[in-house]
């Protein structure tokens, strides 16, 4: 197959859809790879590198997207992309089609094949495209809230770990997922006293087995954060409820309560916050304060880490663009129910439930479509 990465030109968005690596693999299987130039820099890697790795460097995004028959990209293609994508073409990437309509329509005009990151879905429910980018953002929230204890940062100026003689700083932890799970494991690794609340008592026992002595596990419920907010340094937002906005579970009220310098990181504001303060904020102007509190609501944490996140998110991403080079997605998608899922838009039709529901757009069944394609081979 054809594969085309090309530079991802979404504003601050540094990582790149293949690794040299990468190149390397789907070279191995006999397929012919092209890369933007300058498509890895923002990630640290260099053209010199894909070369080496047996990719052929294209000097224009228009050049990548003519030639190719799969483009893997890491965000959803930006209106200046719409016109360069033709009939057929697989586009193998995040999109969040439910967020955008003018995308999911520009998809469906072109008759492209959509196949997005975000619904890559696994027999037990898990989010296998998702997960990279949940233990990046998890890691980071304590990597974040820590700097932001510091006093010249506005914060309570708490070391996590204390010093030999003095106790260390107290951090509670909002959902015992991916995210809160890797932000307890930093916050723990650093000496600090760590409580992880989650609803699922499934979950906490889980936890609890498996955490090092200085992580505690309580119930989420809102008298236990309110006890719990007047004594923590920092708070990590972890929680998601699949499908639906975030619970408010610190309410405005309740900033009032907590010291000054408190920070808030709410990992969750993507998907509305579950801290009601919480508003979008960039990497550029990470942080607003609001009753002394500090909160820190990025979007796109990752994006901080490009070099961590793109190695994160190609080892994810690769076995599956690898099934869908070898087979062609109409087969890769009915040997593998995984990426079946990951099918949104194929030929000017939506496939996937959550998108036709969010635009009120009619739904055709996947099965439908695989059949149909089938067909049209023999
Ligand atoms: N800001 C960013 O850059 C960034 C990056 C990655 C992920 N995220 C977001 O982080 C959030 C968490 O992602 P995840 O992968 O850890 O999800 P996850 O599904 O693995 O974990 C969510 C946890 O929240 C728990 N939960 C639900 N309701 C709760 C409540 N009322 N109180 C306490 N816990 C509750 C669930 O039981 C679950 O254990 C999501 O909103 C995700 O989109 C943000």
Known sequence: MVIGVPKEIKNNENRVALTPAGVTELRKYGHVVYVQVNAGEGSGFEDEEYIAAGAIMLPTIEDVYAIAEMIMKVKEPIASEYDLIKENQLLFTYF????????????????????????????????????PMSEVAG????????????????GRGILLGGVPGVKPANVLILGGGIVGTQAAKMAAGLGAHV??????????????????????????????IREM??????????????????PHLITRDMLKMMRAGTVLVDVAVDQGGCIETCHPTTHENPTYIIDDVVHYCVANMPGAVPYT???????????????LANKGWQQACRDNSDLKLGLNVVDGKVVYKGVADAFNLPLTDVSTVLIEEEQEVQ
């Open 195 to 224: 409580t992880i609340m989650d609803v699922s008592l499934a979950r906490l026992r889980y936890l609890s087995d498996i955490m090092p002595p200085n992580v505690q596990t309580m119930m989420s419920n809102e008298y236990n």
């Open 229 to 246: 907010i007047k004594v923590c340094d920092l708070i990590v937002g972890a929680v998601l409820i699949p499908g639906a906005k975030a």
């Open 96 to 131: 969040h089609f439910a967020s955008s309509e003018e995308l999911t329509q520009a998809m469906l005009a072109k008759g492209a094949v959509c196949l997005a990151y975000e619904t890559v879905e696994r027999p037990d429910r898990s989010l296998p495209l998702l997960v």
């Open 309 to 323: 996140s793109t190695l994160a998110l190609t080892n994810a991403t690769l076995p599956y663009a690898l099934q």
């Open 139 to 154: 890691r980071m929230a304590v990597q974040e809230g820590a700097k932001y204890l510091e006093k010249p940062l506005k």
